[in-house]
């Protein structure tokens, strides 16, 4: 599989922009059902969505939250020579970190761990690190070091090497973060990686933008603009709602058949790829599956008839004059027991269920976000 990373990378060089290969790994959830352990780890890391997403003076625990249906991932190489490390790039967040070779928790002994020992670039940091997590937390130190990203180097770029883990990230598919949101959101306090990217001249635009497919290969982040040839017709570009550190917009309403269901008079979501399905307000999630004709499983989560999702309408998102319609093939999500529905309760937030339907554009430059619809491979 690493050759293919390499293959792709290495091909995917034009234009002035930088493609990275993504994979869509087994979820936690379908690792979890293997085992047996979906219920045991359901009940002691209950997944709060919105956790990371509320102002830090009202957060009691921090950013992150046990997501076991997030499944994209991509390839960076940290040190000289690189260590490469298997990464989940998070809209909803800004700090780059990987798990440590010093990492004693269970978490650790699946996934690829750093070595500051073996990286003659290497510089330790004066900050230790901690993101606190709705479901437990993370913590180590901080350093420095080269970040390999495709064929970009960054130079002296801070990240964090976890020395504990949380339980719950023991079968995530991915070994790290990184951070694609705004530098105020950073935990560690340094620049993150993508604006490190700009700042030190190794992209031409400053946006990145990102291609997510139901497949096991074929999805993309894009470093340093857009191709067009993973979208159909043009790209739609949504301003950022107010001054956050988050990738906010405003939906206007949310409607089926004409008629509106949630969002009613507006809200504001987040458009984050760490957060896998569409999550918003308990009542307008209860009245969206209501229209769904779901009914609530034993866990609560919303599940239809796997023999009727074919006749289920488009949910239609009204964002600031332009209408971006999800058929049901994009917002059921099939497994071999049941069809749930992508939609759970929390604070709006635009997560995977979206961006597979529409190829999604962040131009930090611009304080914008640009929807497309993707092309299905």
């Not at 219920?39 to 046990?66: I, W």
């Not at 497949?215 to 979208?231: A, F, P, Q, R």
């Amino acid at each position: 599989m690493k050759s293919v990373f390499v293959l792709l990378t290495f091909l995917a060089v034009s234009q002035g922009i930088i493609k990275i290969p993504m994979m869509r790994g087994k979820s936690a959830r379908q690792q979890l059902e293997e085992r047996g352990l979906l219920e045991e780890y359901r009940s002691k890391f209950p997944h709060n969505p919105a956790a990371k997403f509320l102002p830090r003076d009202e957060q009691s625990v921090v950013p992150m939250t046990f997501d076991p249906d997030t499944t994209y991932y991509g390839e960076i190489g940290i040190g000289t020579p690189p260590q490469m490390f298997k990464v989940l790039f998070d809209t909803g967040s800004s700090d780059l970190w990987v798990p440590s070779v010093s990492c004693t928790s269970s978490a650790c002994v699946k996934h690829s761990k750093f070595n500051s020992s073996a990286s003659s670039t290497f510089q330790a940091g004066t900050r230790t690190f901690r993101i606190s997590y709705y479901s437990g937390y993370t913590s180590g130190i901080t350093g420095y070091d080269l970040i390999k990203i495709g064929n970009l180097f960054v130079d002296h770029q801070i990240f964090g090497i976890t020395e504990t883990e949380s339980a719950f990230l023991d079968f995530v598919p991915w070994d790290g973060i990184v951070g694609l949101a705004f530098p105020g959101l950073s935990d560690q306090g340094g620049t993150p990686l993508f604006n490190n990217l700009w700042n030190q001249g190794k992209i031409d635009q400053y946006m990145f933008s990102m291609y997510l497919n139901s497949s096991v290969e074929g999805s993309m982040l894009i470093l340093g603009g857009t191709d067009s040839s993973y979208y159909i017709r043009t790209l739609q570009w949504i301003p950022l709602y107010q001054a956050t550190n988050y990738w906010n917009i405003e939906i206007r309403s949310i409607t089926i058949n004409g008629n509106t269901v949630a969002c009613s008079g507006g809200c504001v979501a987040s458009v984050d790829s760490g957060t896998s399905l569409i999550i918003g307000p308990s009542k307008d999630i209860t009245n969206i599956n209501g229209w769904l004709g779901a009914s609530s499983d034993p866990n609560g989560e919303a599940t239809v008839s796997c023999g009727v999702t074919s006749y289920l309408p488009e949910i239609v998102f009204h964002i600031s004059g332009y209408d971006f319609a999800l058929p049901p093939s994009a917002y059921i999500i099939q497994s071999a027991s049941e069809c749930r529905t992508g939609f759970a309760s929390g604070t709006w937030i635009l997560g995977e269920v979206f961006m597979r339907q529409f190829y999604t554009a962040f131009d930090v430059g611009n304080n914008r976000v640009g929807f497309a619809q993707a092309v299905r491979s």
